[in-house]
Structures are given as C-alpha cells and as structure tokens.
C-alpha cells in the first residue's frame, strides 16, 4: 500500500457529503492509522509518565502537587496551542503548522530528559504542549475537510479507537520502562514518537485544505468569529459538555496514580495494568458507539455516556463512604465510567464540529480543544489542592464535573434546539 493513497479532496471545489463518503475503504484505514498516530502521540505526552510520579517527585525533591501541576502544564499548553494553530490551519493548510508542530515536540521531548527543577520541568511541559496541539487539532480539522454528517461520527469513532490505544498502553509501557530505566526514558521514546510521526505526514499526508477553500483572518475577524461560537449552543453545547465531562476524567487521570499507590498500595506497574483496563472500557465504549450509529442519534448516544458516567462516579462515592473501596471495587467502577466516556467524546466531537462549516474547521476545532484542555486540566488540579491527592478528593471532583456537564448540556441542547 503506498503512502501516496490518501488523496483528500485537492482542488477548490466543495464537495457534496456523499463524495466525501465515497472513498476507498483502503484509503480511509491509512487516513486513520496517520491522523491516530498524530493524535496518539499527543496522548502519550499525557500518559506515558504517569506511573512515574512518585519517582519525579523524589529526583526534582518536589511535592506531589508540583508534580501534577507539570501535567496541567501540557494541558494548558494544549489549550493555548489549539487556540493558535486551528485558525492558522485554516490560512496556511493543514501540513505546515503540523510539521513544524511535530518537529518542536520532538525538540522539548529531548529537552525533558535534562530537567534539574520541578519549575523547569513545568515550564517545558509548557511549551510541550503547545506543540503538541498541532496534532490533535489539525487532525480534527482534517476529517472536517473531508467527511460529513455520520460519516464524520463513524470516522471519529475509528480514530477514538486507535487514539485510545495511547492512554491504554502509554502507562503500560511507561511503567516497564522504568524497569529498565529512569523516567527521563520515558521522554527519550516520546521523542522516537514524534519522530516517526514527523515522517508519516511528510511522506503520507497530503494537503487536505485546497488554497481556494483557505481563509485569511485578522486578529480581530478570528476574536469575532470564536464569539460568534461562543454563542451557537450547536457549538458551544457539546464543546462545553465534552469539556467538562474530560475534566471528570482527566481528575481520574491526574489523580489515581498517587490515589492507588499510596491509599491501595499498588505498585507502578499494577497501576499501570489497572489503568490499561480501564482504558480498555473507553475503547469498547467507543466500538459501541460506531455499532449504535444509524440505529440511535447522536444527541442519545452522548446522553447515555453522560448518564452511565454520573451513575459510576455515585457509585465511587458511594464506595468510599461506607469504606467499601478497594482496588478491585474501584478499578471496576472506573472501568464503567470510562467505557460510558467512550460514547461521550465523539458524540461531543461531531455535534460540535459539524455544526460549523468547513472552511473554519480549523477554527471551530481550535476552540474545541482549548475548552477541553483548559477547563478540563485546570478543574482536575483541584483534586490535589487541599491536603494532598487522596480518594475523597477525587471523586469530589469527578462527580461535581460530571453534574456540571450533563447540566451545561440540557440548558444548551433545548436552546438550541429551539433557535
């Protein structure tokens, strides 16, 4: 199969969804396998270290809270990122922002390895971040140029399922990694990752956004046009509901590998299994999805993962309040929550994406991200404020995101429903 298969639409005609649709089945499968690389790549950034925290915290002599805050760091650097490199896709074409998004990745994955402070640790996890927005931003804004309507729903469930591969292996190999090494490996093979994703999209991603299709905004066009998102309930409907409800799992992300070696006793590489199952939920979830698509409606299928998802987080409280929780109990709980989240993400990502038109995809994608990371990674860090990460704090603040979420979408869905 040649790398040059993937064609996506090169002149400036639009085209029509059922041509979009129309593509060799081969075709698609490279399509995803390059964007889910691209994607996954950022993921890792996120999971590949966290089964080394401890092991961070005693070499940069740093609290936990410090270190946590290095994740929200990429978090925030993701958000800010996106904000940027989404409506610059959108002037310049999708492969240059990526390339040079990729190649600073790969940079400050290397510089990682020779961090001294937990201060520059933080800082440069900063930068990260922003250039690994690249790839995730990028790659939405990719299957907006060229699919529509279900046809994007199924396709974001395919790359779901080959991104969610990332935070269902990253700790799994970040955690034997550090059988073999010090956790500064972890950022030499995130830089081995970044490399072979620079080479996919060099040699096999074509431009997927025709130069007439492009559109040049000033500073204040681009302020404009977000706050005309800002108050699309279409848009902002589900981009808030996905936000939240990742901030419901990024807490679980954050938090659990404190929660389960000191509470539970867990060892790195036991965390590192645990965290792979329920990842393994999420990817289910997501399988389920792309079977309910064409039987169920998009709004339903993500009102059926939001709801799943409450009633799990309940049952966490619940767990912990009767001093039921243990690490089978709740490795089970999350591994509902988290097959319940596979339905959410790319429900959330479709009805607020296809709302707008392709010509600022780039940008609709932009605000998408930066809402999911900003507020997403900023409400997790809560779990580690008071007193350090213990259970307790982390289900509060699941269970609170997870309410705020299937709040925001009710109020939204009904008003947009009758504009």
């Known amino acids: ?37 691209l994607s996954a790549t950022s993921s890792l950034a996120t999971d590949l270290y966290l089964p080394a925290f401890p092991q ?22 993701l958000a800010l990122g996106q904000l940027v490199i989404g409506p610059l896709s959108d002037q310049l074409g999708r492969r240059k922002p990526l390339l040079v998004g990729i190649a600073a990745f790969t940079a400050t994955s290397l510089l990682c390895m020779v961090v001294q402070s937990a201060e520059v640790f933080t800082a440069v996890r900063f930068v990260q971040g922003l250039a690994a927005a690249a790839g995730m931003v990028i790659s939405r804004a990719v299957v907006r140029d060229t699919f529509d309507g279900e046809s994007a729903a199924k396709f974001f469930s395919r790359l779901v399922l080959l991104v969610g591969l990332a935070p269902m292996l990253g700790p799994l190999l970040g955690g034997q990694l550090l059988l073999i090494g010090p956790w500064q490996l972890i950022f030499a093979v995130l830089g081995a990752a970044g490399l072979a994703g620079f080479a996919l999209v060099f040699f ?116 912990h309040l009767t001093g039921l929780s243990g690490l089978v109990s709740v490795t089970a709980v999350l591994f509902v929550m988290m097959f319940c989240t596979g339905l959410i993400s790319p429900n959330a990502t479709t009805l607020a994406i296809v709302s707008q038109p392709a010509s600022s995809a780039g940008s609709a994608s932009a605000l998408l991200g930066t809402l999911q990371f900003a507020i997403g990674g900023t409400l997790a860090s809560a779990a580690g404020l008071h007193g350090g990460t213990t259970m307790a704090s982390m289900v509060l603040v699941m269970l609170v995101t997870g309410l705020a979420a299937a709040g925001v979408f009710a109020v939204t869905a009904a008003r947009g429903h009758t504009r």
């Open 1 to 37: 199969m040649s790398l040059t298969a993937v064609r996506p639409r090169t002149d400036a005609a639009p085209q029509t969804p059922t041509q979009r649709a129309d593509r060799p089945r081969r075709s698609v499968v490279l399509l995803v396998f390059i964007l889910g690389v």
């Open 56 to 77: 961070i915290a005693d070499d940069l002599n740093a609290p936990e809270s410090q270190i946590q805050l290095t994740l929200t760091a990429v978090m925030v650097g």
């Open 204 to 319: 096999g991603l074509p431009e997927s956004l025709p130069t007439g299709q492009r559109v040049r905004q000033e500073p204040k066009q681009m302020l404009r046009h977000f706050g005309r998102l800002v108050v699309d309930p279409r848009f902002i409907g589900p981009a808030l509901t996905m936000a939240l409800s990742f901030a419901m799992t990024f807490t679980y992300i954050s938090a659990f590998s404190f929660v389960s070696q000191e509470e539970f006793g867990a060892t790195p590489q036991q965390f590192s299994l645990i965290f792979g199952i329920n990842t393994l939920g999420m990817i289910l979830g997501n399988q389920v999805n792309a079977a309910l698509i064409g039987r169920m409606h998009t709004t339903r299928r993500l009102l059926l993962g939001l709801a799943g998802a409450l009633v799990s987080v309940a049952v966490l409280l619940a767990l």
